[in-house]
């Protein structure tokens, strides 16, 4: 009988190692999983901020939205936000083109790569930023202006929830300075945003 009981206790305690070893096995992959996307996380918002500098820098000269467009060559609709800034340095290149074809062979192909970027992630707020951004300083004889309503509309309402606004400040504060400067914004539009902190 004590040997049943010895085994029986023996056979307990390995069950109980084998929970405990499987418990922490769980707690180890969790920790891991959890580390991933920390620094997925991370990578994202390191790569949106090098998007960002490039991206001033492209306002510059030439040779930085030359540089930023070689840059995203190879990026494709599977990156949106990247894809979109691809658009950006294509429209800062047309910006600071001299020659009119170029301008425009160049605006063409940076409408196009937006639209793009915009239908692969419709609810990602800096792709409708940088759209509404472009088509609130086009020149109105070019034929780039539909969205403009609809992205401040957008913009606006991402704003003013605070449960759908993330934790990005810098693109927070781009945003709402911008619909204020807007003439697209009402009274009551702006009104709501000098309530938004």
């Known amino acids: 009988m004590k040997a049943v009981s ?9 069950g ?6 499987q418990a922490f096995l769980l707690m180890l992959l969790l920790c891991a999983a959890s580390a991933r996307a920390a620094v997925s996380s991370d990578a ?4 949106r901020a090098e998007l960002r500098r490039a991206c001033a820098m492209a306002t510059q000269s030439m040779e930085h939205a030359e540089k930023m467009l070689e840059d995203l060559d190879e990026v494709t609709e599977s990156e949106p936000l990247a ?12 910006h600071h083109s001299y020659n009119p ?15 793009k970027a915009v239908q692969a992630a419709p609810d990602l707020p800096e792709l ?36 759908a606004r993330d934790d990005d400040n810098e693109l927070n504060s781009n945003i709402r300075n911008s619909l204020l400067a807007s003439p697209l914004c009402t009274g009551a539009d702006k009104e709501r945003l000098r309530r938004v902190r």
């Open 83 to 94: 894809y979109g800034y691809r658009a950006m340095a294509e429209f800062l290149i047309s």
């Open 128 to 163: 409708r930023y940088l759209r509404f951004t472009i088509q609130s300083r086009l020149p109105s004889m070019l034929p780039y202006r539909e969205h403009l309503e609809a992205d401040k509309d957008f913009l606006l309402q991402y704003l003013c929830e605070r449960s």
């Open 6 to 14: 010895t085994i029986y206790t023996n056979a307990k305690a390995a």
């Open 44 to 47: 994202m918002s390191s790569r």
């Open 101 to 115: 074809v170029t301008k425009y062979r160049r605006f063409t192909s940076a409408k196009e790569t937006l639209e």
């Open 16 to 21: 109980a190692l084998r929970m405990y070893t």
